[in-house]
Nanobody, 130 residues
Framework: DVQLVESGGGLVQPGGSLTLSCTAS??????????MGWFRQAPGKGREWVSA????????YYADSVKGRSTISRDNAKNTVYLQMNSLKPEDTAMYYC??????????????????????WGQGTQVTVS
């Protein structure tokens, strides 16, 4: 099994920056097997895909809402994926979740944004921009 723990959320003023972290633990070769994604959910709204990165870290995708303001990266030696967010806006306020999934060779933008493709989810970290 795989456990994901997010951290780094908090209260930040508009225009500020945050870096979220997600550390994975569990059995198997987590780093080599899993593509990682970030999703968010604001109060009263559905879950929204934010960004994703493939297992090797060579390919990244972003939702239009964060493109140009965010950078996803991973350190496989530390089993950790990061989401750096800059120029934060009030509409970025949400609970942010990381997720892990095996793409089985099907990695693509379309695969990355589908929540049901991810098998493991963290508990979330709250980001409030105000």
């Amino acid at each position: 099994d795989v456990q994901l723990v997010e951290s780094g959320g908090g209260l930040v003023q508009p225009g500020g920056s945050l870096t979220l972290s997600c550390t994975a633990s569990g059995t198997g070769r987590i780093s080599e097997e899993f593509c990682m994604g970030w999703f968010r959910q604001a109060p009263g709204k559905g879950r929204e895909w934010v960004s994703a990165i493939n297992s090797g870290g060579g390919t990244t995708y972003y939702a239009d809402s964060v493109k140009g303001r965010s950078t996803i990266s991973r350190d496989n030696a530390k089993n950790t994926v990061y989401l750096q967010m800059n120029s934060l806006k009030p509409e970025d306020t949400a609970m942010y979740y990381c997720a892990a999934g095996r793409s089985d060779g099907m990695w693509s933008y379309r695969w990355a944004l589908m929540a049901h493709k991810y098998n493991y989810w963290g508990q979330g970290t709250q980001v409030t921009v105000s």
